[in-house]
């Protein structure tokens, strides 16, 4: 398997745009999530996915941000509008099952919103 | 709420100079600690899972340890190739996502 594929790996865009990241998690992997990554609070959830249901969304911060997962082996992060506060490295990681098992991490999609 | 520390944030050896990463954790009932190595520009890769305290992992030059409150990452004389920022993660009874602590960033000079 090729891993957990993201795309794309850079995206800058300015402030007020639509921006739409992706995410092919390991083929049978029950389990999706998507984190950010900051210099200032490290990695944080945002969302995850079971068998494509969202079971929590309390880490995302605002209402411009959305996460969809229309099938098992695809998911997007939507942020609209963007703004600077958002430019980070979001990572989509996925798991066969939670518990004692470890998550698999795609190679990030680095967002500079100016 | 389950929390993770890791300390230092910063660690620079000398090739050979053997140390030791701490990660200091609170969780209402731990299902699993995690340690996960990430160099720059990519994702976090995954290095160990440690169930109960008294547990111990090796690979190569890295051995990983658990107790009640607290895992040690004990790099046994580094080379360069080392350098890296070194994660720890939990995840609690409640089978929630794992939780990350910031990382400590090791460069190791040849």
């Known amino acids: 398997d090729a891993g957990v594929i993201q795309s794309p790996r850079h995206e800058v865009t300015e402030m007020g745009q639509e921006v739409t990241l992706r995410c092919k998690p390991i083929s049978g992997h029950d389990y999706l999530f998507w984190y950010r990554q900051t210099m200032m609070r490290g990695l944080e959830l945002l969302i995850y996915?079971?068998?494509?249901?969202?079971?929590?969304d309390s880490g995302m911060p605002e209402d411009r941000f959305s996460a969809k997962m229309p099938n098992a082996s695809f998911s997007t992060l939507k942020i609209q509008p963007s703004e600077p506060r958002d430019s980070a490295v979001y990572f989509c990681?996925?798991?066969?099952?939670?518990?004692?098992?470890?998550?698999?991490f795609g190679q990030g999609t680095r967002l500079t919103v100016v | 709420e389950d929390q993770v520390t890791q300390s230092p944030e910063a660690l620079r050896l000398q090739e050979g100079e053997s140390s030791s990463l701490n990660c200091s954790y609170t969780?209402?009932?731990?299902?699993?600690l995690f340690w996960y190595r990430q160099d720059p520009g990519k994702g976090p890769e995954f290095l160990f899972t440690?169930?109960?305290a008294g547990e111990e992992k090796e690979k190569e030059r890295l051995k990983a340890t658990l107790t009640k409150k607290e895992s040690f990452l004990h790099i046994t004389a580094p080379k360069p190739e080392d350098s890296a920022t070194y994660l720890c993660a939990v995840r609690n009874s409640g089978n929630t996502p794992l939780v990350f602590g910031k990382g400590t960033r090791l460069s190791v000079i040849a």
């Open positions: 996915f079971n068998n494509n249901v969202p079971i929590d």
């Open positions: 969780v209402s009932g731990l299902r699993g």
């Open positions: 440690l169930y109960s």
């Open positions: 990681a996925s798991d066969i099952r939670q518990g004692g098992t470890e998550a698999f």
